[in-house]
């Protein structure tokens, strides 16, 4: 079974993205924040990881850039969850940084999402 973790500091969210990831047969890690993210990852080796870019303390860039420290993870796919205020531009700049990675507008649909993770990881 995949794993995967999502980072947002939306509870609402969280909750939305999980339920749909679990009855699709997905297991399904939160973090609310990006230090709780660098902590969760160590126990639970995601197979992909969203993240929301506009979090408080750690964004989602700097995350993404800590995640990538490890070795044992620089592979795994980083989804990044946006907001309607940033810019495309941005994102495709700072993914160039880091490897593996993509985006997903948060106005999405949650099948949209799924269709996603699918093409992502199956």
């Known amino acids: 079974m995949n794993r995967i973790l999502v980072?947002?500091?939306d509870q609402g969210i969280r909750d939305l993205i999980?339920?749909?990831l679990e009855k699709s047969g997905y297991k399904v890690i939160t973090a609310a924040s990006g230090q709780e993210a660098l902590i969760l990852y160590k126990?639970?080796?995601p197979d992909l990881i969203m993240l929301d870019i506009a979090m408080p303390g750690i964004d989602g860039y700097q995350?993404?850039?800590e995640l990538?420290?490890?070795p044992?993870?620089?592979h795994v796919p980083i989804l990044f969850l946006?907001?309607?205020d940033i810019q495309e531009e941005s994102i495709i700049?700072?993914?160039k940084g880091i490897d593996n990675c993509g985006y997903v507008p948060k106005i999405f649909t949650l099948e949209q999402l799924l269709d996603k993770v699918k093409e992502i990881i199956g």
């Open 68 to 70: 990538r420290k490890d």
């Open 72 to 74: 044992k993870i620089e």
């Open 63 to 65: 995350t993404a850039v």
């Open 7 to 9: 980072v947002d500091d």
């Open 93 to 95: 700049e700072h993914c």
């Open 82 to 84: 946006t907001g309607k």
């Open 18 to 20: 999980k339920e749909k």
């Open 43 to 45: 126990t639970n080796r």
